[in-house]
């Protein structure tokens, strides 16, 4: 081995490691993601107003109060400003949770920071949206709220579990 190589060998050997847990936090963190891409791309295109008003007319053929219901919803939306950039925010919010991800597999702290505002800070939004956006049709107010608990839930224990690593993060 020439003097380069082993001086690359010693740098890569001496690296600090990564714990067992933050690597399958890690992992688990990038199964989300990949999730969430494919969910956040789909309610982009399922949000389009030509694809909407194709489910609508969809479900109208079922059951015409669901519909209604849909439709309301939908209203709604369209007149919300808010509710337009919605998705595309939540793609963001992603991107950052992915980033701050890869940082932390990286054994950089600041990726700590970066993954928890992007996990915290998309609940705040909950209060630009219309009462009508809080809701899925046909679906009861206590299943949401038990859906949208358990994502607060997994989210606060996620930030949590990785705080409890920041010790091995530089």
């Known amino acids: 081995m020439t003097m380069e190589n082993t001086?690359?060998?010693?740098n890569f050997m001496n690296q600090p490691k990564r714990s067992q847990f933050l690597t399958v936090?890690?992992?688990?963190?990038?199964?989300?993601?990949?999730?969430?891409?494919?969910t956040g791309l789909l309610n982009i295109y399922q949000s389009q107003p030509d694809v909407m008003q194709k489910r609508i007319e969809q479900v109208r053929t079922v059951d015409a109060s669901l519909a209604s219901q849909m439709e309301d919803q939908f209203i709604a939306s369209q007149s919300n400003e808010f509710m337009k950039v919605y998705p595309y925010l939540n793609l963001i919010f992603l991107l950052l949770s992915f980033v701050g991800v890869m940082m932390m597999w990286n054994l950089k702290k600041k990726g700590f920071y970066i993954y928890s505002i992007a996990e915290i800070l998309p609940y705040s939004s909950m209060f630009f949206l219309d009462k009508n956006a809080m809701t899925i049709p046909g679906l009861p107010a206590s299943a949401f709220a038990s859906i949208m608990g358990t994502m607060v839930i997994v989210d606060v224990l996620f930030v949590f579990l990785y705080f409890r690593n920041t010790a091995d993060m530089e």
């Open 25 to 38: 936090l890690c992992v688990l963190s990038f199964i989300m993601c990949g999730v969430s891409l494919i």
């Open 7 to 10: 001086t690359a060998f010693d």
